[in-house]
């Protein structure tokens, strides 16, 4: 390995100035319908309109004298052309901005559709179906769920920023190249006559339709990668750049169709000539002007904010799902078509309670305001679960009792009155465990009482018989007005487990 080291007499090797690199031009009768093209390096121009610089100019010709007014134009248009650019990327940076205004009700839509499923996945599916249900609310609170649905807005946002700073801005203007005296040169005759044949050629491929297929494509990009290695050899940078420049994007634009399943393909590519052309063109123009362009971009990113913002309204109820909607009458006023059932129209199939309470029932698609402006809670009607645990009445050492009692909801609009789903479970589980524990007692007495005080002959029995029991106990509740005025019915052989505290 080779150290550098750096002594008083060593002298950094010297950059050269951006401004005395010349900007060079080759007017070639190379353009569709016998157009004329000039060639040059276009990122060069881009670099010298982005940092303002005034470097020299030159044309090159075959004869003089010379028309300058076709490298004016060029010049013209690649500052016109950043400028639009940089205010295009400008308006996609503002409509991405109003469409992200409308993500962060799809995310936590989203969100809570997905909580559905996993709430069935045993031993974490409740917590996890908890936290990303309210968006990470139930840990962080308020503060988390805003951040975790704001997270896309964020990094779309982020990306506009990132493609707006790499857009280079056009700091001068087509008047500072100006000052610069533009020096002709007769000195392109002998690499003219050499391409002659071959410019002719690639003239003749461009011209006669707008539009130009995939092979034709890859043709002229020979071609061009043909006139590339003509241009070096004759030392013409200009010719070199373009002939480069055109041959990549023919190549791109020729690529093979892609192919969407084994055996079919997509339809074969084609490329709109005029706009390969256009920055080598002085005689074309744009054909969408900013000030159509930037409002039409706008509103493109109001309507897709709007679009987001209706789309996370829409959810899918399946049979044995209601959802309880609870709008926020701060934002919408009571009475509003909160819910939309597909096929039924507004507020169908619903009930309205107080104020702008709305129960949907499944079946359906449905649409309401999405979350903040609605807030939902989604209520399994089948297979809900009541869990009672009590004390076994034994004389022996204690015993625990634990008891799954599942059932399902028959009248919504009664069960929706206890309060949150959550809590309706509670309450439930309360008035089962006070019916449980006062008829075990009743039972355990009469025991005694069969079988004169022997303990062993008792707890015996209790333990032979719970099932039988638990189930006339569900049956007894089931008939029970207390129970069925909450619109619940219970469902036979609860699952039970006894074991010693």
Same mark, same amino acid.
């Given at each position: 390995?080779?150290?550098?080291?750096?002594?008083?007499?060593?002298? *950094?090797?010297?950059?050269?100035?951006?401004? +005395?690199? *010349?900007?060079?031009?080759?007017?070639? *009768?190379?353009?569709?319908?016998?157009?004329?093209?000039?060639?040059?390096?276009?990122?060069?121009?881009?670099? %010298?309109?982005?940092?303002? =610089?005034?470097p020299a100019r030159t044309l090159r010709v075959e004869s003089l004298p010379p028309d300058g007014d076709a490298v004016r134009r060029i010049e013209t248009k690649a500052v016109t052309h950043l400028r639009r650019l940089r205010r295009h990327a400008r308006a996609r940076q503002w409509a991405q901005l109003i469409a992200s205004l409308g993500l962060p009700f799809l995310v936590a839509s989203l969100l809570g559709l997905l909580s559905a499923p996993i709430r069935n996945v045993p031993a974490v599916g409740e917590a996890v179906a908890e936290f990303v249900g309210s968006s990470g609310g139930s840990l962080?609170?308020?503060?988390?769920?805003? +951040?975790?649905? =704001?997270?896309?807005?964020?990094?779309? @946002?982020?990306?506009?920023?990132?493609?707006? +700073?790499?857009?280079?801005?056009?700091?001068?203007?087509?008047?500072?190249?100006?000052?610069?005296?533009?020096?002709?040169?007769?000195? +392109?005759?002998? #690499?003219?006559?050499?391409a002659d044949a071959l410019l002719a050629e690639i003239g003749s491929l461009m011209s006669g339709r707008p539009r130009i297929d995939g092979q034709r494509a890859l043709r002229l990009a020979t071609r061009f990668d043909h006139l590339t290695r003509l241009a070096a050899h004759y030392r013409v940078p200009a010719v070199q750049a373009f002939g480069a420049d055109m041959a990549a994007q023919?190549?791109?634009?020729?690529?093979?169709?892609?192919?969407?399943? *084994?055996?079919?393909?997509?339809?074969?590519?084609?490329?709109?000539?005029?706009?390969?052309?256009?920055?080598?063109?002085?005689?074309?123009?744009s054909r969408a002007p900013t000030f159509v362009t930037v409002p039409a971009i706008l509103l493109l990113g109001a309507l897709a904010a709007m679009?987001?913002?209706?789309?996370?309204?829409? @959810?899918?109820?399946?049979?044995?799902?209601?959802?309880?909607?609870?709008?926020?009458?701060?934002?919408?006023?009571?009475? &509003?078509?909160?819910?939309?059932?597909?096929?039924?129209?507004?507020?169908?199939? &619903?009930? &309205? !309670?107080?104020?702008?309470?709305s129960v949907v029932e499944g079946p359906g698609f449905f649409w309401s305001w999405p979350q903040p402006v609605t807030d939902r809670r989604l209520i399994n009607l089948t297979d809900r679960e009541a869990p009672v645990t009590l004390i076994l009445p034994t004389e022996a050492e204690p015993e625990d009792l634990d008891v799954q009692f599942?059932?399902?909801?028959?009248?919504?609009?009664?069960?929706?009155?206890?309060?949150?789903?959550?809590?309706?479970?509670? #309450?439930?589980?309360?008035?089962?465990?006070?019916?449980?524990?006062?008829?075990?007692?009743?039972?355990?007495?009469?025991?005694?009482?069969?079988?004169?005080?022997?303990?062993?002959? %008792?707890?015996?029995?209790?333990? &032979? !018989?719970?099932?039988?029991?638990?189930?006339d106990f569900v049956d007894i509740a089931n008939q029970n007005e207390r129970l069925t005025g909450l619109g619940i019915i219970l469902k036979p052989q609860p699952n039970f487990n006894i074991q010693r505290t």
């Open positions: 390995m080779r150290a550098n080291h750096s002594s008083p007499g060593h002298v *950094p090797e010297r950059r050269e100035d951006p401004a +005395a690199i *010349p900007l060079e031009y080759v007017p070639l *009768p190379a353009g569709p319908n016998g157009s004329t093209l000039v060639a040059h390096d276009r990122q060069r121009l881009v670099q %010298v309109v982005a940092r303002t =610089l005034v962080g609170g308020l503060p988390l769920a805003a +951040a975790v649905s =704001l997270l896309p807005s964020v990094w779309l @946002f982020r990306r506009a920023r990132r493609q707006v +700073a790499a857009r280079p801005a056009a700091r001068g203007s087509e008047k500072t190249l100006q000052v610069a005296e533009l020096a002709v040169r007769d000195d +392109a005759s002998q #690499f003219l006559t050499a023919f190549r791109h634009a020729g690529r093979p169709p892609r192919r969407l399943i *084994p055996g079919l393909y997509a339809k074969r590519n084609s490329v709109h000539v005029a706009t390969i052309t256009s920055p080598y063109d002085p005689s074309s123009r679009t987001t913002f209706f789309a996370a309204g829409v @959810f899918r109820l399946s049979a044995d799902d209601a959802l309880v909607l609870l709008q926020n009458e701060a934002v919408v006023f009571p009475g &509003s078509a909160g819910v939309f059932s597909l096929g039924q129209g507004f507020d169908q199939p &619903s009930e &309205s !309670g107080a104020g702008t309470l599942q059932y399902d909801v028959t009248d919504l609009t009664a069960f929706i009155r206890l309060g949150v789903p959550e809590f309706a479970d509670q #309450f439930i589980a309360a008035i089962l465990h006070e019916g449980l524990t006062q008829l075990l007692g009743s039972w355990r007495e009469s025991l005694v009482a069969e079988f004169d005080g022997d303990s062993a002959r %008792v707890n015996q029995e209790l333990a &032979s !018989g719970m099932g039988q029991f638990l189930g």
